[in-house]
């Protein structure tokens, strides 16, 4: 009746839970009662600290300021500075990228170009 209940339910973590509290039921002296108090309190502190990194993850998405999009803002400013203001108005010049600089500009622009595509091959993939 517990391995339906746990596949339904679902996961290795219920599953380890409900191992933990069936041990700690089985306990027959205090060391052993102690050890499976102990992997009962680790599982659910495990469990809590994913179920903060997921919340965590899901509050970010969409924000001006993650990191991918901070990075593409700079590119696309030094671009944007580039492009418009160096050729189409003739108002300066910019020294070309150079070294690391180089690598990172370019490495930025192919993410956001290349992203979406590496989405779609990864979906026909999966299925």
């Known amino acids: 009746m517990w391995m339906t209940i746990i596949s339904f339910l679902g996961g290795p973590v219920v599953r380890a839970l409900i191992d933990a509290y069936s041990a700690k039921l089985k306990a027959e002296n205090v060391d052993t ?6 992997a009962a309190t680790e599982i659910a502190s ?15 998405i969409g924000h ?15 671009f944007a500075k580039l492009l418009v203001f160096d050729k189409v108005f003739g108002l300066g010049s910019t020294d070309p990228l150079a070294g690391f ?27």
Do not use: H
């Not at 009662?33 to 102990?38: F, R, S, T």
């Open 46 to 60: 495990q469990t809590a600290e994913t179920k903060a990194v997921m919340q965590y993850r899901i509050a970010e």
């Open 64 to 78: 001006w300021w993650e990191p991918d999009k901070l990075m593409g803002y700079c590119v696309a400013l030094y």
């Open 101 to 127: 600089a180089a690598i990172t500009a370019n490495l930025v622009v192919s993410f956001y170009f290349a992203k979406r595509g590496f989405e779609n091959v990864a979906r026909i993939i999966k299925r």
């Open 33 to 38: 009662k102690i050890a499976a108090d102990l």
